[in-house]
């Protein structure tokens, strides 16, 4: 599949998406996903940051108000015009783009850190993102990126319930099955029924592909891994939100650091 088309399937779910998530029913987001990313995250007061595959801007904002300086970029002009809304509306400093994660344009070290979040595993060329990715980065800069946890959530998962709706098993199938583009279907799982009767389901290009292949991707990028994280809910949160109880049975999500090194120092004759 190519980007632009990707990018047409974004637009055309960004105005329901917004809407949904800015009324909390992403709970896996809200609950677990971005607080997990945050706490994982390092210090980034002082930092110029870019947001790559930003949406709406919730997360954006969210590194602003940890004092980062924030450039964010979206292939979806709704969702760039729904986080420039919010901008305007409570001022942070963020400077939002419409562009493309493979095509960034910026100079070459413009930037401390980057963010995707949920981004980078919906695109055509990942690999292709990473070394854009690694040209706006200063030398030392680190970009952190949450993906759906390949080896948990390949293109067949299903979670096994009990009887009293806890999660008994998660059933997985076609980890070495790569998709390119195929269309999956989902809403949030938490949107009322009232919601979903006037609303069409998101249709979002599936692009999978293994730990390894991701891994090959971020070495050939030039990128060094420095650490993984695999959130889960706490059991009391589990209690109090039954619906995120799975990720206590096995991970959805993965969050991977990296870096970009810096060049060895001179040779002093």
Known sequence: MKRTEVARYWEANAETWTR???AGYDIYRDGLNTPGFIEMLPPVRGLCGIDIG?????????????GARMHAIDVAPTFIRHARDAESAGPLGVVYLVADAADLPFD???????TAFMSMMDMADPGRALCETARVLRPGGFL?????????????????RNADRTTRAIEIAGYFDATDGRIDTF???SVPQWE????????????????????????????VIQRFGEPR????LAKTEPTLEDTRVAPLFLHIRVIKPAPPPANRP
């Open 196 to 223: 979903r009767e006037k609303t069409e389901p998101f249709r979002v290009p599936r692009f999978h592909r293994t730990l390894s292949g991701w891994v090959d991707l971020v070495v050939e990028a030039g990128l």
């Open 187 to 189: 809403r949030f799982g």
């Open 54 to 66: 930003c949406g709406e801007g919730s997360n954006t904002r969210a590194l602003a108000q940890l």
């Open 233 to 236: 809910v706490s059991v009391e």
């Open 108 to 114: 070459s070290g413009s930037f401390d850190f980057a």
């Open 144 to 160: 952190q990126f949450s993906i759906l946890h390949p080896c948990f959530v390949p293109p067949h998962r299903r979670v096994l």
């Open 20 to 22: 949904h998530a800015r």
